[in-house]
């Protein structure tokens, strides 16, 4: 191995870029994680959301997959409405909500014209949410029902419309209605899926019934006064709805109540199912890492083979001479492994320090599972992929192999 470093070291490649990848595979699946947890958070721990789904059409079955699909498609589900949300915030352990809508329209302000995510929700949302004003105020509950037309600005939104001059009191279009701005929401900052200050907020009931033509929401927010009791509350807001709606089988259910226990859990299902299918690219690559180092093991049992007759000639057995080219190959990927452990932190934390640079709330963390998998992985290939080069060594006849010299 010394007195052959670069073939050495060419061997070592695969197995360090392999093992690398592992690594930067299992931190990129905790980094993006975390940062989709601390967008869940963000809307707080301690409520429970009600959104809308296409019921299935396949008799015990949830059909998420098929909803998913068929609002994507542009199914629309008009069962949810505000005598809903009201309801369910009767029950002993909800204590405030919200509904929402939302729409993407064209507003303007004096010549300066943008397109914006216009967000109708209730006057219960500045309460629940993690917003908070910055200037002005927030709708209240009256405005919402009196369809009186304020809004109130993203931060960036009131920087693209307004610049530096004050937006309260000021008049801006929103399809052809004129709404007064009566606050600024303080800057929250944008995450992977939304970014709140380039919203628009108004009145729901506005937003309905004067912008676009209907009586449904798109979800509803219902916050907690014992979090714990959070799947109990669920299942009392699911049978609320089953009356609501007249629904007698669950599996029709057009609707979904989601706990934050159980959006956290499904976001690390999908996050562990995404690395499992990277880590199956991975392996690839170690693969051919490792019949790299197969075929120049061959290149070595040719070259030693007089060595080999040698020795066996002398009394050297089959045994010793299959441990010297296992333990051979097994050092080269063991080696390789812990060179590519050290290269796939340093890749990890310049990741880390790229997306945290972009404003990402990105930590570096890199699983003690991700080790010992690269690890074993290594040392699985050494001596999988050197254990034939080693056996056809050791079974050559001693006679044969001086011979060759």
Not at 264 to 276: E, N, P, Q
Request: aromatic share 8%.
């Amino acid at each position: 191995m010394l007195s052959n470093k670069v073939r050495t070291l060419l061997t070592m490649l695969g197995i360090i870029i392999g093992i690398a990848s592992i690594m930067i595979v299992y931190s990129t699946g905790e980094g993006i994680f975390g940062l989709v947890v601390g967008q869940v958070q963000s809307f707080g721990t301690d409520i429970i959301e009600t959104e809308i789904k296409v019921p299935s059409n396949k008799k015990g079955q949830a059909g998420e997959s098929q909803s998913a699909s068929a609002i994507a498609s542009g199914v629309q589900i008009t069962t949810l409405v505000i005598k809903d949300m009201e309801d369910v915030r009767k029950i002993a352990n909800v204590k405030n909500a919200y509904g929402a809508i939302m729409s993407q329209e064209q507003v303007s302000y004096r010549a300066e014209n943008r397109r914006a995510f216009v967000l109708g929700t209730t006057a219960g949302y500045i309460e629940i949410d993690k917003s908070t004003i910055a200037s002005g105020r927030f709708f209240t509950d009256a405005e919402d029902k009196n369809l009186s037309e304020v809004a109130v600005l993203g931060f960036k939104m009131k920087d693209k419309l307004f610049g530096d001059e004050d937006p309260i009191g000021k008049t801006i279009t929103l399809r052809k209605h004129k709404f007064t701005v009566i606050g600024v929401m303080t800057e929250r900052g944008g995450g992977m899926f939304l970014d709140f200050d380039n919203y628009v907020y108004v009145p729901l009931r506005t937003l309905q019934k004067k912008v676009m033509g209907l009586d449904y929401m798109m979800y509803m927010v219902h916050q907690l006064k014992d979090p714990a009791k959070g799947e109990e509350t669920a299942a009392e807001a699911a049978s609320i709805l089953r009356v609501n709606h007249k629904i007698t089988d669950p599996n029709r259910d057009d609707f979904r109540v989601v706990t934050m226990s159980e959006a956290l859990g499904s976001l690390k299902t999908v996050s562990d199912a995404i690395t499992l299918l990277l880590l199956g690219i991975v392996i690839i690559s170690l693969i051919v890492g490792g019949v790299g180092i197969m075929n120049v093991m061959y290149v070595v049992v040719t070259e030693r083979t007089m060595e080999i007759g040698l020795r066996k000639a002398v009394g050297a057995t089959v045994g010793d001479i299959l441990w010297e080219f296992l333990v051979e190959s097994v050092v080269i990927t063991t080696i390789g492994g812990l060179i590519g452990i050290v290269v796939g932190i340093g890749v990890s934390a310049l990741v880390a320090y790229f997306a945290q640079s972009y404003g990402f709330a990105w930590s570096l963390v890199i699983p003690a599972k991700a080790y010992v998998v690269s690890i074993v992985f290594s040392m699985v290939c050494g001596v999988f992929f050197g254990l034939y080069p080693a056996r056809k060594a050791a079974l050559l006849d001693p006679i044969e192999a001086i011979r060759t010299e």
